[in-house]
């Protein structure tokens, strides 16, 4: 059901605030005209109005009401939405045709979509609570250390139902409170208990310092979030990030820098930007071409599509230029040295990295970004996953078409333990220190290194 909740609550969402914008679009109209008037300068803004929106929306994340963040927060967050919004139709106003719109029509239309855009998105705050209150879009979590700050939380979690985070239970010594609150063992009980439907992992800070490395552990190999509870003042850390349920300080101990909204805006819009200059200057013309000559080289499809993990595990289909003739292995079997699988053609793309190309159609779809960890075939993670320590994590983000570890040399075929654990820890490192500027210099040693003739990815 959460699964199912994450998967259709962004789409219901933008189509929620796509009809009161309209409406709050028309109405203005009519203040402003005293009748309903649909010419074309109206027209005209009404498909860029519509059509900037959803943008600005996706790229904010607005769709993600967080648990335990006030409706303060809401509000703020929507009137930057909607001041960002306004400040890109101004600049298109102003610069298309500015003589032919009412004044008193975007004053309507500014007031309104402050005052009706942040009264929706309290109101679907406020029915998000309720729907966690009732038992809707659930988190389970426990709780490692029986004592105050554990309790303290536990019966926050209990009050604050619309939270939607559900306490199973403690683990650790038995302490005063085990027979007012669900004790699930010993510190050692949690060390081999199954927390396939755990969500979240609270820790006390007075817990053992094994527990606390076992849980970040934990956390970095199933993708599960790790929270410390903190017995000192917070005000003088920096490094991780604190939130507040009600009263209780609670920090995040394993977030990276693309947990930001910020640094994820940036990257994403750089990602479209990069992505689409590549497709309209190269990919338009590479694809016809390189179509041709594939079509007429072997039969199939000029596209290979093979599944691939992406952000949080979720499988996608990764694009590539198909370089080899159908065949049934193309999934299980990789390509090799003089593999008479491979086309001549197909040889030339696999030598020049020209293959990859396709998956900046990926990044634009959302799937990949321009940088990240390299997305492996199904069949090579599930090999590796439990062979290589913190393999998960790469999977915290979304993969791309270069990363870390094809700029620092791991290129090409996988063949041992030794190459796959050296670009994890790499992928770990580029996400654990993720920057704009590095980046940058990721791409610039990967067009260095295709300029030197070495195969960009695997």
């Not at 479209?272 to 013309?285: E, G, H, P, R, Y």
Request: charged share 20%; proline share 4%; glycine share 6%.
């Amino acid at each position: 059901m959460g699964k199912r909740f994450n998967k259709y609550f962004p789409y219901l969402f933008v189509i929620g605030e796509m009809i009161v914008l309209t409406v709050i679009f028309f109405i203005s109209i009519y203040i402003a005209e005293g009748k309903m008037v649909l010419e074309k300068p109206y027209l005209l803004l009404l498909s860029i109005y519509l059509a900037v929106w959803p943008l600005i929306s996706y790229l904010n994340k607005d769709y993600k009401i967080g648990r335990a963040v006030s409706y303060y927060n809401t509000f703020k967050k929507a009137f930057f939405s909607v001041f960002i919004f306004i400040s890109v139709i101004s600049i298109v106003w102003v610069f298309s045709e500015a003589q032919s719109l009412e004044r008193h029509f975007l004053t309507a239309l500014v007031l309104l979509l402050f005052l009706w855009l942040t009264i929706y998105r309290v109101s679907v705050h406020l029915v998000l609570d309720k729907y966690r209150e009732f038992g809707g879009n659930i988190r389970y979590a426990i709780i490692l250390g029986n004592d105050d700050l554990g309790s303290k939380l536990f019966d926050t979690l209990k009050k604050k139902s619309h939270y939607g985070i559900r306490c199973l239970g403690f683990y650790g010594d038995q302490g005063s409170n085990s027979g007012t609150h669900p004790y699930l063992g010993s510190f050692s009980d949690f060390i081999k208990a199954d927390l396939d439907k755990v969500d979240h992992i609270y820790v006390s800070e007075r817990a053992p310092k094994y527990v606390l490395e076992r849980a970040i552990e934990i956390g970095e190999n199933s993708l599960k979030r790790v929270k410390l509870l903190p017995e000192f003042k917070t005000e003088a850390i920096k490094n991780f990030v604190l939130r507040r349920y009600d009263a209780i300080p609670v920090i995040d101990v394993n977030n990276l820098p693309l947990d930001a909204k910020v640094n994820t805006f940036v990257k994403r819009a750089f990602d479209l930007v990069f992505a689409a200059i590549v497709v309209v200057f190269l990919l338009s013309w590479m694809y016809p071409l390189f179509g041709l000559i594939i079509k007429l080289e072997s039969k199939g499809p000029i596209l290979f599509k093979q599944l691939r993990h992406g952000k949080g595990n979720a499988p996608f289909y990764c694009y590539k230029f198909r370089t080899m003739i159908e065949n049934s292995e193309a999934d299980f079997t990789w390509a090799s040295k003089n593999d008479p699988r491979v086309t001549k053609f197909g040889a030339f793309l696999r030598k020049t990295s020209l293959d990859e190309f396709p998956q900046f159609f990926n990044v634009l779809i959302g799937n990949m970004s321009i940088v990240g960890p390299r997305p492996h075939p199904l069949s090579l993670n599930k090999t590796y996953e439990s062979k290589v320590e913190k393999y998960a994590k790469r999977h915290a983000y979304k993969p791309g078409v270069t990363g870390l570890a094809q700029a620092m040399g791991y290129r090409g075929e996988i063949t041992d333990y030794y190459q796959m654990s050296s670009r994890v820890r790499l992928d770990r490192f580029y996400l654990q220190n993720w920057s704009f500027v590095l980046d940058v210099k990721i791409i610039f040693l990967t067009v260095y290194a295709l300029m030197k003739g070495q195969k960009l990815a695997y």
